[in-house]
């Protein structure tokens, strides 16, 4: 089976990897998962993009019962004004309050990612926004994605994408925070663009009640990451840096200072 794992595909391949974790990874996780089996208390909370290749669980070595994992096109975070009035429903508020309030998770983290499809999407029509949408995907990236393409414009308006952005605030008493994005131009526009849509999420985690009380008091912290996919590096946004910075051996301890 082994050998001709990697040439199997849809359910087959499925399939063949459960054969594989029960014969490799079960019996080292057992003890975890037993542990969680009655009683789990997750400590955080991940918003990141459907993209297959955004390995959430993998990149921050996630054990059972340690995280929620919530996943859109995107990794946008629709504003509480959405569902008032009950009007509309939502997975992402459920999660949010399964997470944060019904459980007392302390962080929530967005991960944006690189050639991220559905920023690409929503960059290609950053200009276009009155024209029919084609379907549901365009239909969610413009209905939550306004704030990105706001700030973005701000961004590309200067001529290297140097200008410092004003993001509204995200925690810590729900002051303004600063960014510049990827000062040594590293990546491509569309990139730029899915760095400032991650950060842009942050704000509306203050416009859910049931996490404002909670942040207000710092019992409750939010983050962002950043992945660049081909490299398999990770990137944290730093509020003391004020720009994503790539967590390694060098950066780590600094980062962490950073967290509650
Ligand atoms: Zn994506």
Redesign the pocket.
């Known amino acids: 089976m082994a050998s001709s794992f990697s040439l199997r595909k849809g359910m087959s391949r499925i399939l063949d990897g459960i054969m594989k974790y029960r014969q490799t990874l079960r019996p080292l996780l057992l003890e975890e998962f037993q542990k969680v089996a009655t009683g789990p208390s997750p400590e955080g909370l991940l918003l990141t993009?459907?993209?297959s290749r955004?390995v959430a669980s993998r990149i921050t070595q996630a054990v059972p019962g340690q995280l929620f994992i919530v996943r859109n096109?995107?990794?946008l975070v629709p504003n509480h004004n959405c569902f008032r009035n009950n009007v509309t429903v939502g997975g992402e508020c459920a999660a949010l309050e399964l997470a944060c309030s019904i459980n007392k998770a302390q962080v929530i983290v967005v991960i944006?990612?690189s050639?991220?499809?559905?920023?690409n999407l929503l960059y290609s029509i950053r200009d276009d926004l009155k024209s029919p949408s084609k379907g549901p995907l365009e239909d969610w990236l413009r209905v939550h994605g306004r704030g990105t393409i706001e700030q973005f414009k701000k961004l590309e308006s200067t001529t290297c994408f140097e200008r410092k952005l004003i993001f509204a605030g995200a925690q810590h008493y729900e002051d303004d925070f600063e960014a510049y994005i990827d000062p040594y131009n590293q990546f491509k526009p569309s990139d730029k663009f899915?760095q400032v849509n991650a950060l842009e999420q942050l704000k509306n985690f203050l416009s859910y009640p049931f996490l404002k009380d909670r942040l207000n008091r710092n019992e409750l912290e939010v983050h962002a990451l950043w992945t660049d996919i081909s490299k398999g590096e990770v990137y944290m946004f730093s509020f003391q840096e004020k720009t994503f910075v790539k967590i390694d051996e060098t950066s780590y301890k600094t980062l962490a200072l950073e967290c509650i």
Do not use: E, I, R, T
Request: aromatic fraction near 0%; include cysteine.
């Open positions: 993009c459907v993209d955004v096109p995107g990794n944006g990612h050639d991220c499809k559905a920023m899915s």
